[in-house]
């Protein structure tokens, strides 16, 4: 099976967590576009007295990302893989930033409990066995008018964007992580992406788990189609009928 789900999953990230860094660095516009969607979230006063969720937080580059964005706030960074969260903690970072264990699935056995203002999530969705049971959870644990902005590859459906995401994981993605001896994580990558939503599929998904406003941006350069943010939030109406 190519596309790695759950404990599998997890335990491939585990693996790669040493060298992980390492290769998205080599990613051109890595970092920057993360931090562009983190800033998409308009957060006020520096999040000032706002407590974020950062789900799926990896080695840290997007909680790195929120933080530049919102440098005052709360934040409370989550991940599946032990391996990637060891790298994340030992960073160096201020009060106010917190680690958590635990898949997106649970979080509430975790300890992890809303209500957040705001909640990002990169790289998370495509990789969850159940996408729409994941929304609706982080659904629940938004503030009203909380805001949501997810961080994702995911296709724009033209055929040339699909060649391109093809060409770049064949020739330059899986043999750095063959390399790496992560291969199979690396062939997940590539499709985990070619097999999940497209972007329009993946706003209507975001919509039917009950945000409004949803809005989907994408990103400079050769990632144009490849990579979106989706924006989207928790007014009032949805709140009430929950």
Known sequence: ????????????????????????????????????????L???????????????????????????????????AVDASAGMLAQAEAKPWPPGVTFVHAPAEHLAQAGVKGPFDAVFAAYLFRNVADPDTVLHQVRALLAPRGRLAVHEYTLSGRLTDRLVW???????VQPAGTLTGDGPLYRHLFHSVADF??????????????????????????QTGIVHTFLASADDAAADAR
């Open 1 to 40: 099976m190519t596309v790695l789900r759950d404990d599998t999953l997890s335990a491939a990230f585990d693996h790669a967590a040493r060298t992980y860094d390492r290769l998205v660095a080599a990613n051109p516009g890595y970092h920057a576009h993360l931090r562009r969607s983190a800033r998409r």
């Open 42 to 76: 308009r957060l006020p006063r520096g999040g000032a007295g706002l407590r974020l969720l950062d789900l799926g937080c990896g080695t840290g580059a997007s909680t790195a990302a929120l933080r530049h964005a919102a440098p005052l706030a709360e934040i409370v």
């Open 166 to 172: 093809t060409a770049v994981c064949k020739a330059v």
């Open 197 to 222: 939503d497209t972007a329009d599929a993946f706003a209507d998904r975001t919509r039917r788990a009950g945000f409004s406003g949803v809005r989907v941006m994408p990103m400079p350069g050769w």
